[in-house]
């Protein structure tokens, strides 16, 4: 576990010998700023990795919040109202300060008000005097300069406080009294102990059991498919090789569910960094370029492993409502996200009946014989035959297929790249090519 520490030099040296002192097995870092407009490109420009970011005010960690491009888990350090106490015992006891009368930045008027009560010390209304607190100002720094300098040379106070170490030393080289709000050790211990639970507890979520689970479409009884196993399982096949592709790309646990059921268990942070927090489901692209089945995934979590399976189906279930080709995560509250589609990058597969349909439309054939012939070559892994090997592989007359490969020519399914003499009589035999996209 890593912390790295961001703030001015006083502080930030505080945090580190603190952190030395109490967790010395927590590796640490820090960088130390002069002002703290910088401390966003210096973290940018930061070239390790660690698990969190620890600034040493607000007004950073706002401005972190705000403009960071990839944040991570931070913190800051509070000014609660023991710096306040800290600040006003070295103000009275060290420096010598008279305190009724002050000019004070990061602390408002209600918790000052409340410590000089509790110390049974006299509150006067007109002679405290509170900088508003614009930390996402770009000349905040500046405008609370002017704002003590001010107080103090018009002798409307007699004492500064200020949570900003820039002013700080920039007072006291203009010879302002001036004491610097540094936070206590215990509020730092506390902030550094509270942070690590935070880191354990986000490595624990991230490593939270999340179950995919991919469902194919079984052929339905009027489907062309039904009554040929080697189409449905050579697609199974492709399906199952781009599982196995995807399981061992994101380094998950794949199990088969039966002929048309998959499960994949990996984890919340491979899932979510695999799909840049469900942008884009590359799973969907690689089934999509070999499938002409609908396939139907479904993302689970839960608090076991057993509740990320049962919400997976439940995605599966939303998606077959919407039509297949898309995944819906099922979040451990029930919540929903989807439809989470592929890359807008790929083209939409055709579905397997649509195609054999449209060629049947296109060349005047039946659906039956576009399908019996491409089914059949498809079997046999090649794109070139001539008409009396199509015909003995389809079981029709060579004159038959003559006409059939006419209307399939006619409508571009096919052409004639040559023609080969296959015996020392008779005409030469034409040799067809069948264009490569109806092969799936």
Excluded at 200 to 210: M, P, W
Aim: net charge neutral.
């Amino acid at each position: 576990m890593k912390i790295l520490f961001v703030g001015p030099k006083i502080i930030t040296e505080k945090i580190e010998k603190i952190s030395k002192d109490n967790f010395p097995a927590l590796e640490t870092d820090s960088i130390k700023y002069k002002h703290y407009t910088n401390a966003l490109e210096l973290i940018e420009n930061y070239p390790e990795k660690v698990d969190a970011i620890l600034f040493g005010g607000k007004t950073p960690f706002k401005l972190y919040e705000k403009k960071a491009k990839n944040k991570i888990l931070c913190d800051y350090i509070p000014r609660h109202d023991t710096t306040l106490y800290r600040a006003m015992f070295e103000a009275v006891y060290v420096r010598k300060y008279d305190v009724s009368s002050l000019s004070i930045d990061t602390y408002d008027e209600k918790i000052t008000k409340r410590l000089f009560n509790e110390a049974s010390i006299g509150y006067q209304e007109g002679r405290m005097y509170f900088a508003e607190q614009l930390y996402l100002d770009a000349d905040y720094v500046e405008y609370v300069l002017n704002f003590h300098r001010e107080n103090y040379e018009k002798n409307h106070v007699s004492c500064c406080m200020t949570g900003l170490e820039q002013v700080y030393y920039t007072l006291l080289q203009e010879s302002v009294p001036v004491v610097l709000c540094v936070p206590s050790e215990d509020t730092i211990r506390q902030c550094l102990n509270n942070l690590q639970m935070r880191i354990r507890a986000q490595k624990n979520s991230e490593n939270q059991i999340v179950v995919i689970a991919v469902k194919m479409d079984m052929p339905s009884e009027y489907s062309l498919m039904k009554d040929d196993e080697y189409a449905y399982l050579s697609q199974r096949l492709k399906i199952l090789d781009r599982l196995y592709h995807f399981n061992s790309r994101i380094e998950g646990v794949l199990v088969e569910q039966g002929r048309s059921e998959f499960m994949i268990f990996t984890t919340k942070k491979v899932i979510e960094t695999e799909t840049d927090n469900y942008k884009d489901i590359y799973l969907l692209d690689v089934l999509r370029d070999v499938s002409v089945i609908n396939t139907y995934i479904g993302i689970g979590y839960g608090a076991t492993a057993n509740d990320s399976k049962f919400n997976a189906y439940e995605g599966i279930k939303i998606a077959q409502r919407h039509g297949g080709q898309v995944a819906y995560v099922v979040l451990e509250g029930g919540d929903v996200i989807g439809p989470v589609g592929a890359s807008q990058n790929g083209k939409k597969k055709e579905n397997f009946e649509e195609k054999f349909y449209q060629i049947a439309r296109e060349s005047s054939l039946s659906v039956n014989t576009v399908y019996k012939i491409f089914s059949n070559i498809t079997k046999d892994g090649k794109t070139e035959y001539t008409s009396k090997e199509l015909a003995g592989i389809c079981g029709v007359s060579v004159r038959t297929m003559d006409r059939i490969v006419l209307k399939l020519c006619d409508s571009g399914y096919c052409e004639v790249i040559s023609e080969k003499l296959m015996s020392k009589y008779g005409r030469p035999s034409r040799i067809l090519r069948f264009k490569p996209f109806l092969f799936f």
